[in-house]
């Protein structure tokens, strides 16, 4: 396997052999300044040139497919994203097949992909691959989400404020009861409680994430559930959920916010932290859907709002998404420091569809389309002025 600070491409000797590509596909790319099979870091260089049709035919899915695939390589992903992202080429790409972009919206539309009978199906594809890969990529937190860099050294120190903002921002107190909705590996449950002293309810949808974050979590008042959040039944002091909502799903908005208005008490606060949309979309990338996080959806600020709205007040909006960037880059290079261990497991081809999530997401938050909010919400009982956290 060659390896990304090794990578010196070259147009391939072959080049000339190769069928030229249709106009459409070099002008696309072209708009981004990016060329195929040029000299800068950020240029495809086709190795197949059945990639053509498989962009042509299948948009975004088939360009992440070829990827794997082996069709064509790029010596910095990451730029090749940023570009392309900025440019907004992709959304060009994905008009050129309208009848399959028309079956995804009216999929999303249509039928609710994040119903009680799906809930677990990310949990099994995705979280569930195996612990080892987390646990190479995370930082020793178990954080599988946006860190908080801002006078971080290094990412362990930015997750741990992260970690740390998210509790001052709760305003936790000893002895209080915490709920986790979507609490993975165990890092915050077990953060809150070490450092103030509450008890903690996590719930989870992969066994996987169960089985680890009990162990991190033993000897404290930590209890960790396999659990569909619609299941709840408790009054807890306050509610947090790091990095699930992308999960609920539209169709599920209402049904998530008065789950959490039933077990939040009257004068607790919740504390939700998800990445968001900068505009509001029919419809979510079909690679992304297929190979990493099956049935999500990426919230917009005016879905969050119009399901907030005469459930919660909003006492803070935060947004830190150009933090989730290098926090990306950072996994990427622990995951690829810890390749040679995983490779006999996982093979080649995991390789490039996991180097190809994290390069794509980070070219989508280095252009700003993604977004990374953290909003504090009360219920209007709470009488108390709240003090924004930063």
């Known amino acids: 396997m060659q390896r990304e600070d090794a990578c010196v491409f070259e147009p391939a000797d072959n080049a000339s052999a190769l069928q030229d590509p249709p106009a459409v596909i070099l002008e696309l790319p072209a708009q981004a300044g990016i060329a195929i099979n040029g000299d800068a870091p950020w ?10 049709q498989r962009v042509l035919a299948k948009g975004s899915l088939g360009f992440g497919e070829a990827y794997m695939d082996g069709m064509w390589e790029c010596q910095r992903l990451d730029q090749l994203f940023h570009r392309l992202l900025s440019s907004k080429a992709e959304e060009k790409i994905d008009s050129w097949s309208r009848l399959r972009l028309l079956g995804e919206i009216l999929r999303h539309s249509l039928f609710n992909l994040q119903s009680t009978q799906r809930a ?40 741990l404020k992260k970690l740390d903002m998210i509790c001052r921002k709760l305003e936790l107190q000893p002895g209080e009861r ?16 070490e450092h103030y002293g509450v008890e903690v309810v996590g719930i989870t949808v992969s066994k996987e994430q169960q089985k680890l974050a009990r162990e ?31 999960h609920v799903g539209p169709k599920n908005h209402a049904a998530y916010f008065d789950t959490v208005h039933r077990t939040l008490k ?3 606060l919740f504390l939700l932290h998800t990445i968001g949309s900068a505009v509001t979309s029919p419809k979510t990338d079909a690679w992304i859907d297929k190979y990493i996080f099956p049935n999500g959806k990426l919230p917009s600020a005016k879905e969050m709002t119009s399901a907030i709205e005469c459930r919660f007040l909003i006492e803070d909006w935060h947004n830190f998404g150009p933090d989730y960037d290098p926090t990306l880059m950072a996994w990427w290079e622990n995951f690829d420091t810890a390749w040679p261990f995983l490779e006999a497991r ?11 999530y994290l390069m794509s997401c980070a070219g989508f938050f280095r252009s700003r389309q993604g977004q990374l909010w953290q909003l504090v919400l009360s219920k209007q009982e709470r009488g108390r002025v709240y003090r924004s956290v930063r």
């Open 43 to 52: 240029d495809i260089q086709v190795l197949d040139e059945g990639l053509y």
């Open 120 to 159: 677990f199906q990310v949990g099994e594809q995705h979280y569930d691959i195996g612990n080892d890969v987390f646990e190479a990529m995370l930082d020793p937190t178990m954080s599988y989400s946006c860190a908080y860099w801002h006078h971080a050294a290094g990412l362990r120190d930015a997750q």
């Open 178 to 193: 915490l709920l986790e909705i979507g609490c993975g590996w165990g890092g915050l449950a077990r953060y809150a409680a």
């Open 216 to 246: 991190r979590c033993a000897g404290l008042p930590v209890s960790i559930e396999l659990l569909d959040y619609r299941d709840l039944d408790e009054k807890f002091d306050k509610v947090v959920s790091v990095g699930m909502f992308e």
């Open 266 to 268: 009257d004068d607790g």
């Open 346 to 356: 996982y093979g080649s081809r995991f390789y490039r569809m996991w180097k190809y």
